[in-house]
């Protein structure tokens, strides 16, 4: 079984609690964890135009060993809040992480370090780290907490984003970044490679979604990172987040209408298009029993009149029965079954 440990602001914890415990009322090992935002007031400055990514709880993951005290020996799996697991994770936790690393992640092969640090600021050339190299997502990472206490990486982490209040450090490239490019610097040369399966990213990106189906197939963790999440706008991964969202059963929250109705269209033309093929197919058949006066179903006990191929009654139940496993089919053909 696993054992989750959900960090949140005080303010929001009975409504998010309220909403899971009305989905799994006993099957889910849990504990919140109270986050306090005074942490991050101070310690803190977002230079990008995301001014989303200030909120306390992105910078929660700084204070892994202060928010899990009991977790001494152990590794953790730290998951962003917009991932979707589709795999095992004790695969994920039994990959090996090399001696002396403190975490591991996904190698970023299009973004770079250039992407996110200002190599200008001497204090970032000084830690000679090479501008050219892969930059990771630490939305999703693997770690060990004893060699994060051992090497300090809490301080380091503190040390580069207060430093980033003062000078330029980072957040203001193309890349952006908020408690990421801190991320970058603690754990270089301190944190092993995870496979792509493990952290698929850029689902919440419009221009970025250059995956296939098959790829997503293949994918064992996908993470919905960037602004255009399929619960706010249109997107192309929309039924892959939607098969899996659970109704906010006190109906305080809600996806975005936009986003909700862009999708209906979505849907609505599939299952359009797999009816007309359906009625394409039933017309062929309707031929077919004219020249060869093949019977077809009808009402129970009859033989259906050649000329009128399918009963109504019959024709109107298997139409609707074709409606309502189209969706399942569709997730299934584009990967998100």
């Known amino acids: 079984m696993y054992f989750f ?59 892994l060993p202060d928010l899990l005290p009991d977790i001494t020996q152990e590794r953790i799996l730290y998951l962003d809040d ?123 990106w419009k221009k970025a979604q250059t995956y296939t189906t098959e790829d997503v197939r293949g994918g064992k963790l996908l993470h919905f990172n960037g602004g255009d999440k399929p619960w706010v706008h249109r997107s192309k991964w929309f039924l892959l987040w939607y098969k899996y969202f659970l109704e906010d059963p006190s109906g305080e929250w809600d996806i975005r209408p936009d986003a909700r109705e862009s999708a209906q269209v979505e849907i609505e033309a599939v299952v359009n298009g797999q009816l007309d093929r359906a009625l394409t197919a039933m017309s062929d058949a309707k031929r077919s029993v004219h020249k060869h006066h093949i019977i077809t179903p009808a009402r129970p006990g009859r033989i259906a009149n050649p000329n009128a191929f399918l009963d109504s009654i019959y024709e109107k139940t298997l139409l609707r029965t074709l409606h309502d496993s189209i969706a399942e089919r569709v997730l299934e053909e584009r990967g998100l079954g």
Do not use: C
Not at 26 to 38: C, N, P, Q, R
Not at 126 to 139: E, L, Q, S
């Open 82 to 204: 917009d991932t979707l697991v589709r795999g095992n994770l004790r695969e994920m936790r039994d990959l090996t992480l090399q001696p002396g690393h403190v975490a591991a992640f996904v190698p970023d092969t299009v973004n770079k370090m250039k992407m996110f640090l200002n190599f200008d600021n001497p204090k970032v050339v000084g830690t000679r780290i090479k501008k050219n190299a892969m930059a990771f997502n630490a939305g999703v990472f693997l770690a060990d907490m004893q060699e994060w206490r051992r090497q300090a990486i809490t301080p380091k982490l503190l040390f580069w984003s207060r430093l980033n209040v003062e000078e330029d450090v980072y957040g203001a490239r193309g890349g952006g970044g908020a408690s990421q490019p801190p991320m970058l610097i603690a754990f270089d040369k301190v944190s092993s490679a995870l496979p792509e399966r493990w952290h698929m990213r850029h689902f919440g």
């Open 5 to 63: 440990h959900l960090v949140l602001l005080p303010e929001d914890v009975e409504h998010i609690k309220a909403w899971l415990l009305h989905y799994y009322p006993t099957e889910l090992a849990m504990e919140i964890i109270h986050f306090d935002a005074s942490l991050v007031e101070g310690n803190v400055r977002v230079r990008g135009k995301r001014k989303e990514l200030g909120s306390p709880l992105n910078f929660a993951r700084f204070w």
